[in-house]
């Protein structure tokens, strides 16, 4: 999807061609105003020959480079759906890959030939509905959230499994439609690290696992639990001095090959490159079934080239039953990301050598393992990873967004104890000691000669231990969950230059350090912090103390006499955040899935339907700079970037890519900054900010070194000579150039802006470097994203029109060329639509309008170009496989209603052929076949789901018959919404 400028953008043909979805009946209006001719005859247009999509390396020769997709797709798992189990007749190939913090997370992306992809659905569309997975609470993924899923296809049935570093270990999820079913999930209980998924040759599931040795565990029957474990079949420790065995030895993946369990295992020797090792063993669990209890599995490096590692084994069917088996392995390829090749394999006893005598170059080419016909071909390449948007809200309904949570009921406090002072005497004022209580050994005495306010402070002697001091009992007044000011001011005259008092509490569990300090001697100094008491401690037995730091033996900081005064603990009102049924349940928008958002969002403050056909995000929350990187120990702050929950992010490609979109301001509240981010740890982004009431357009840049403490507002204050004033518009273009390859290794992003679309400004200097961040805290490429984020106040919002992708540079310097475009359209026009099905004829006619009313107007940028020219391609190449291969011309409803407090799915497929056909009603409740139904006849079947809903689904139909002498059976699929019948 894609949305272009025009000159005449708000003319009434052109605001209404250039959505997607546009009606047939308003191409037609468009051919009678002149501005789409009508078809001409039957015959190719010269010169029309689309590229290959931005992240395909197909050649259009039978050849492809390596690395494959120009864009971040580690840790993949690629499965062989074979013709025999499919409904399609010829081999299918899905893959998978890490997403982490990402959601939707773990796609599923879909081929026909291994080099051409897309994704076609996802396995979840949050993975937690916790406060990491949601940016919620000072938690966040960064660097954890789904890790190395594993893929297999086992008796009609999709299994995924993956760990999550910070989400409770592994989960399994299955489904029996890959790519429009719902998934069930199951926790493991447990984590599992790097898990590969394996059914032995007699169906017993296993998941081998770990990082420096192989282990594995058997899963119960119906693979929803652990039920033995194989730990350490066998490790790195094995093959000691091999010169292919070193750090990593991860990522193993198993597969049964002629008699011999194989597994493929990245290493990453002392001084050597990341690489690909092979172990191979007739016993699958090696020393647990083999005699004496040796290990079995023999070892062989088989690829060391270039850091071409971690992946999987995939198959490849040959004539007469054989088959080949290529390696699809990634290569950190930083900043883009890990980026996967295939890579082609000689076998020679029983074991592989990869690439061109184990040589896999950089961009170096490969035959094509897998050829399709021409037309087929030319509709592989249009496929990809990303895509341009006119966020028209169109794109099909997934299962995954129906996911069913069960909310958990937020806890209830006793208002009366919060913004009150809890403990009692906190300044000595009473004239007693009550109800301060000495302990282990400690002696406590009013003291008047200096307190630090009033008359009294307390006196703390003869301690022997770090935890001599006072207490107090606070039974029944902290409350779990809530979070407290604790504060003190403490003093000592002798002793070591500091001293660190820790403020305590002790709930039965351990002492708890709620706030601490280093006090100079001499001197007054207030000891003070917030604490959040955790959910899981004892109220009701609840001591505060103060305390000195511990050591063995006790430290001279455990004898010191002091003064303490102005002892306080206050609970603080409660801002925490908890989880709603609003925030996940749909909203009615549908984005496409090249679409992620960076953490599960909140699906209150984001829309493609509250501005018809744009995007809006609107702030739901104010940044805090409070939260920090709970991987890493140093525990660094985010910028604020990083708290952007409903930032929407794609994918970066390489080696260079360009992005475009259009923003409304004109609701942005003051502290608001929204824009267009090229973003990882460290980031680049254009954006507007408001301030005081105005607006102000400018670049920011944030790059190595990486500090622990942030000024965020500093860290995000706009780069000199790139700001400017916007006055009273209240639309502005926005583009963001990255360059991957000036010089490779390194992203510099520069950034542009126009008033009206065509005039265009550079906003000072290119910004960068981006670089890989070598403490792993987001591990992932790049991404682009559209982001708002409040620093002051909610309820700003900001709308994008459309994003828009080329892979063309302004920095080039190449004049725009619609060569592409106008070959495309001049196609078009050769077209007849009785060779078509309607409904792939009217998508094409969409984007013909769509591109026609582009290339009326004035182009500014070669995105505006682009987008049209590469989604009109898509739907002409659709309709060349369609011509290649006729139709059976067939109309399907679908159709889930109540009967007797019962859900049904009924449906109905009508012939719309000259002739008799065959159709076979496919649901998830069952199918019907019904022969030689007569043309204009209907097949009709009302499916019982025995249960009184039924989530929205995916009828599949297909009709066999004969089209101009050819046998043809042709698939096609309708949704139908969900019903509740109770």
């Known amino acids: 999807m894609f949305k272009v400028l025009t000159a005449a953008l708000h003319s009434t043909a ?160 299955r489904t029996d439609d890959i790519e429009n079913g ?28 770990g990082s420096g040795g192989t282990s594995a565990v058997r ?149 094509k393992p897998i050829r399709l016909t021409a037309e087929q071909e030319l509709l592989e390449r249009q496929k990809s990873l990303v895509g341009s948007d006119d966020f028209d809200n169109d794109a099909p309904h997934k299962a995954y967004t129906d996911e069913q949570w069960t909310i958990p009921a937020p806890p209830t406090y006793d208002a009366s104890l919060i913004g009150v002072e809890l403990l009692q005497n906190p300044g000595f004022e009473a004239g007693t000691l009550s109800p301060w209580a000495a302990q282990f050994g400690a002696t406590l005495a009013l003291d008047t000669t200096g307190p630090a306010t009033g008359a009294a402070a307390l006196r703390v002697s003869n301690r022997t231990l770090n935890g001599s001091g006072p207490n107090q009992s606070l039974n029944g007044k902290m409350q779990p969950g809530l979070t407290y000011t604790v504060s003190a001011k403490i003093k000592y005259v002798s002793g070591p230059a500091t001293v660190r008092f820790n403020l305590a509490a002790d709930w039965g569990a351990g002492v708890q350090v709620m706030a601490a300090g280093d006090v100079p001697a001499g001197q007054w100094t ?77 699906n209150r403050y984001w829309s493609l339907t509250d501005h018809d056909g744009w995007l809006r995000l609107t702030n739901g929350k104010v940044v805090t700079g409070k939260y920090i990187y709970s991987k890493l120990s140093n525990r660094a702050e985010l910028a604020w970037l990083e708290e952007a929950r409903n930032m929407l992010t794609q994918r970066t490609f390489g080696p260079r890519q360009s992005v475009e979109t259009r923003m409304d301001v004109s609701g942005m509240k003051d502290g608001d900054v929204a824009g267009l981010a090229a973003y990882n740890r460290g980031f680049s982004y254009v954006a507007v900010k408001r301030t005081a009431g105005v607006n102000t357009l400018g670049v920011v840049n944030r790059g190595q070194p990486f500090a622990v403490d942030l000024d965020q507002a500093a860290l995000e204050s706009f780069v000199p000579g790139t700001t400017v004033p916007l006055g009273g518009a209240t639309e502005v273009y926005v583009k963001a150039d990255l360059d991957f390859a000036s010089p490779v290794g390194q992203l510099w992003t520069t950034f542009s802006y126009s008033l009206d679309g065509r005039q265009w400004s550079q906003l000072g200097s290119r910004v960068g470097p981006q670089a890989l961040d070598g403490s792993l805290a987001h591990f992932m490429g790049h991404r682009v994203g559209l982001f708002n984020y409040a620093t002051q106040q909610t309820g700003g919002r900001v709308d994008f029109d459309y994003f828009n992708l080329s892979d063309t540079l302004t920095a080039q310097q190449r004049p725009l060329d619609t060569g592409a475009l106008d070959a495309a359209i001049a196609h078009a026009h050769t077209l007849d639509a009785g060779s078509y099905p309607p409904d792939a004829w009217a998508a094409m006619q969409a984007a013909l309008a769509d591109a026609t009313a582009a290339r009326a107007g004035q182009f500014g940028t070669q995105n505006q170009i682009d987008a049209p020219e590469r989604a009109l391609s898509r739907q002409l190449a659709q309709l060349g496989v369609l011509r290649a291969d006729p139709a059976v011309p067939v109309t399907i409803t679908a159709q889930a ?86």
């Open 14 to 173: 052109t605001a209404f061609a250039r959505r997607r979805g546009t009606p047939i009946v308003a191409v037609g209006a468009l051919l009678c105003a002149g501005l789409i001719p009508p078809a001409g005859p039957a015959h190719a247009a010269a010169g029309w020959s689309p590229r290959s999509s931005y992240t395909s390396t197909d050649k259009a020769d039978g050849t492809y480079s390596v690395p494959l997709l120009n864009a971040d797709v580690p840790d993949v798992s690629v499965e062989r759906v074979p013709a025999a189990a499919n409904r399609e007749g010829r081999d299918v190939y899905y893959m998978i890959s890490t997403t982490m913090h990402l959601s939707p997370g773990a796609p599923i992306m879909k081929s026909y030939d291994l080099v051409n992809w897309e994704t076609v659905n996802y396995v979840f569309d949050r993975a937690s509905i916790g406060d990491a997975f949601s940016l919620r609470n000072g938690q966040n993924s960064y660097g954890q959230g789904q890790w190395a899923s594993s893929l297999r296809y086992h008796d009609g049935t999709f299994y995924v499994v993956f760990n999550t570093n910070n989400l409770g270990g592994a989960y399994l999820y």
């Open 897 to 982: 209603r109540c009967v007797a407090g019962k859900a049904f799915v009924a449906v109905q497929a009508r012939n719309d052929h000259d002739a008799p056909v065959n159709l076979t009603l496919q649901t998830s409740y069952g199918e019907r076949s019904f022969t030689a139904v007569a043309p204009a006849g209907s097949a009709y079947q009302q499916f019982a789901t025995r249960a009184p809903a039924v989530p929205a689904g995916t009828v599949t139909i297909r009709a066999a018959g004969t089209v101009g002498g050819r046998d043809v059976t042709t698939v096609r699929t309708a949704q139908y919404t969900a019903v509740t019948c109770a």
């Open 526 to 602: 207030t000891v003070s912090g917030q604490y959040t008491v955790p959910t899981t401690a004892n109220g009701n037995t609840f001591k505060f103390a103060v305390e000195t730091p511990w050591a063995n033996p006790q430290p001279a900081s455990s004898a010191v006499e002091y003064l303490i005064d102005d002892v306080s603990i206050v609970g603080q009102a409660v801002t925490t955040e908890y989880p709603t049924a609003a925030e996940i349940a749909p909203n009615g928008s549908r984005l496409d899935p090249v679409w992620e958002w960076n953490h599960a969002p909140d």
């Open 182 to 209: 719902a998934w069930q999930r199951v926790a493991l209980g447990r984590a599992l690290h790097d898990p590969s998924l394996f059914f032995d040759v007699d169906g017993t599931p296993y998941i081998f696992y």
């Open 219 to 367: 899963l119960n029957g119906d693979l929803t639990a652990i039920a033995q474990d194989y730990p350490n079949i066998f490790t790195a420790g094995d093959y000691a001095g091999r010169p292919f065995i070193g750090g990593l030895f991860e990522g193993a993946q198993f597969y049964y090959i002629d008699g011999y369990y194989y597994c493929v295992v990245i290493t990453w020797p002392s001084g050597q490159g990341r690489q690909v090792a092979m172990f191979r063993s007739r016993e699958l669990l090696g020393r647990y079934t083999a005699a004496g209890g040796v290990n079995t599995y023999e070892a062989r490096g088989v690829l060391n080239s270039n850091g071409f590692a971690q992946g999987s084994l995939v198959p490849i069917a040959r004539p007469g039953g054989a088959t080949d088996w290529y390696g699809m392995f990634f290569r950190d390829t930083f900043p883009i990301g890990r980026i996967p090749a295939l890579i082609p394999a000689t076998w020679q006893d029983g074991w592989p050598t990869f690439g061109t005598g184990g040589v896999v170059p950089v961009d170096g080419v490969f035959a």
